[in-house]
């Protein structure tokens, strides 16, 4: 089956610490890749997309993420946490199924960011 | 600025009523969605439309309804055959169906419901 697994459902970092959000994803070819920020209560925020261009894609706020098609992996990373970071994240995968295109959502990581 | 309009914000009933949310976009997508939001499940696909006139079934449709008259309005009825109607719903669009590949699905800021 095609899907996405986020590795971890709660993540936790010091402010100033490097933030590293894991996703694999199962594809029978290249994918869309996506990244979203939801903040309580509030609706899913675009951080960043892969599309099949460049494998490291950059971001708002800082965020950034590397495509290795190898090991068929989407980590979001940052290099310095900021406590407006607190938030969950979902890694989604846009997939080409029965002659129609699907959205598939990971089930979420909670980022806590410790001051 | 365009965007996703959901309301409201909070909604409460009282089991066996139906109730109707709304969301309204007003950047000429043609492809709305409904999912369904619980802790620590993801996102699930309720309902989604890719032309006026039509919509298909998601994962869970199950004692809810949809209605596309309009390109931008996607209103989602929860009836009292649902089983679970407590969660957070979300709406969404896309240009087109699946999106086209620099275009990633929009959220509105979602519609928290209580069944008691």
């Known amino acids: 089956a095609q899907s996405v697994t986020q590795l971890d459902s709660h993540v936790s970092v010091s402010e100033g610490t490097p933030v590293l959000l894991r996703c694999n994803y199962s594809?029978?070819?290249?994918?869309?890749l996506f990244w979203y920020v939801q903040h309580p209560n509030k609706g899913l925020q675009l951080l960043l997309k892969y599309t099949s261009a460049a494998t490291l894609v950059k971001g708002i706020n800082g965020f950034e993420a590397e495509f290795k098609k190898s090991e068929t992996s989407f980590h979001l990373t940052k290099p310095s946490a900021h406590m407006s970071d607190a938030a969950e994240y979902f890694c989604v995968v846009r997939l080409r199924t029965s002659g129609t295109y699907k959205y598939i959502f990971g089930t979420g990581t909670r980022l806590k960011v410790l001051a | 600025d365009g965007g996703i309009t959901q309301s409201p914000k909070y909604l409460f009933r009282k089991e066996g009523q139906n109730v109707t949310l709304s969301c309204e976009q007003n950047l000429n997508h043609d492809a709305m969605y409904w999912y369904r939001q619980d802790p620590g499940q993801g996102l699930r696909l309720i309902y989604y439309s890719q032309i006026v006139n039509d919509f298909q079934k998601g994962d869970i449709a199950e004692g809810y309804s949809v209605s596309r008259e309009k390109k931008e309005s996607f209103p989602l009825t929860v009836t009292s055959a649902q089983k679970n109607p407590t969660a957070f719903y979300l709406c969404?669009?896309?240009?087109?169906?699946?999106?086209?590949?620099?275009?990633?699905?929009?959220f509105g800021n979602g519609t928290r419901l209580t069944v008691t």
């Open positions: 594809s029978s070819y290249s994918p869309s």
């Open positions: 969404a669009s896309s240009i087109v169906l699946g999106g086209a590949k620099n275009s990633p699905l929009h």
